[in-house]
């Protein structure tokens, strides 16, 4: 059962395994190897580009799109946002 999510840019991954990617070329790597990954969003200035990304520890990016399907992640870390901050701060200041 695939199940697709919506991610905020930042968000931080921990997968199962290391990651696997399409292999365009035969003298391509079809592993990644790293399990933990941040959500980027790239291109957004391109109406027909898929934007959705993974960055590795290593720097490394790569479009979902190019990701093996069937992999399994957690999500480690949401990004803070100024307006969180906010709001978590006024719900302290009102207690």
Do not use: Y
């Amino acid at each position: 059962m695939n199940v697709a999510v919506c991610l905020l840019p930042g968000t931080e991954l921990s997968f199962a395994n290391e990651v696997r990617r399409i292999r365009l070329w035969p003298w391509t790597r079809g592993t990644i190897k790293h399990k933990t990954a941040i959500f980027r969003e790239i291109n957004q200035n391109i109406a027909r580009a898929h934007h959705d990304t993974l960055e590795f520890p290593d720097g490394q990016i790569v479009l979902l799109t190019l990701l093996e399907d069937g992999q399994q992640a957690i999500v480690l870390q949401l990004p803070a946002t100024p307006q969180r901050a906010k709001a978590a701060q006024s719900d302290n200041a009102k207690v």
